[in-house]
């Protein structure tokens, strides 16, 4: 089956340092990849779509400038959260699907757990 | 913004029992999905019902979905330990931009 890596898994930093995140298409080829943000025991909540070799595509909220978005191949897209703040400390997970169609299932990587002190 | 609310948010049953969430929707379809997310973990896609369709069985799930109550319920029936999980709805707005919406979530906790 399709799996999606996210790596890392768990991330500790220091407020002001800036974080990246990777989120791999393992056994496919991934045009887009959507990232999320889940706050403890609530619902996903989606930030941007990942675009592969043009801009993402940012939700309504989301500061493009904090979190960037850069998916250079069909493979990978990374998420860095510059100048972390505590704020920012949540669970944060990436998806994609193998054929770009809205009936086809989003495949999610195992999330990152990002702890800003 | 959130397009989906489940009931109930918590669950709690015996195993063996069988545990049923709803979900409901505001916008137009394409489809309907539920997946599922042990604690800490991603989530895993369960099943996917299209807006032209009624129920659908995958093993010991089934999903029914209403269109026009914008609303689909996710039997599990003979509930395992294993199954203890959240479980969410999600939609794909008719428009067709590919992006899910999920929605709150179902903490199901299977009492052994």
């Known amino acids: 089956g399709a799996v999606v890596s996210q790596h890392p898994s768990r991330v500790i930093c220091k407020s002001g340092t800036s974080v990246k995140i990777e989120c791999r298409s393992l056994d496919f080829q991934a045009t887009t990849m959507f990232w999320y943000r889940q706050f403890p025991k609530q619902s996903l909540m989606l930030m941007a779509t990942s675009n592969e070799g043009s801009k993402a595509t940012y939700e309504q909220g989301v500061e493009k400038d904090k979190f960037l978005i850069n998916h250079a191949s069909l493979t990978l897209s990374t998420l860095t959260v510059t100048s972390a703040h505590p704020e920012d400390s949540s669970f944060y997970i990436c998806?994609?699907?193998?054929?770009?169609?809205?009936?086809?299932?989003?495949?999610f990587g195992n999330g990152t757990r990002l702890t800003v002190t | 913004s959130q397009q989906g609310e489940e009931d109930p948010q918590a669950l709690s049953i015996q195993e063996g029992e069988n545990a049923t969430m709803n979900c409901s929707y505001k916008t137009s379809i394409n489809n309907l999905q539920w997946y599922r997310q042990n604690s800490g973990r991603g989530l895993v896609h369960l099943i996917l019902i299209r807006s032209n369709e009624r129920e659908k069985h995958s093993g010991r799930l089934r999903v029914t979905l209403d269109t026009s109550k914008k609303s689909s319920s996710l039997l599990i029936t003979a509930s395992r330990a294993a199954d203890t999980a959240s479980y969410f709805c999600?939609?794909?707005?008719?428009?067709?931009?590919?992006?899910?919406?999920f929605g709150t979530g179902t903490r199901l906790t299977i009492i052994p």
């Open positions: 998806s994609a699907r193998v054929l770009s169609s809205y009936n086809s299932p989003l495949h």
């Open positions: 999600a939609t794909d707005a008719s428009f067709g931009n590919e992006k899910l919406t």
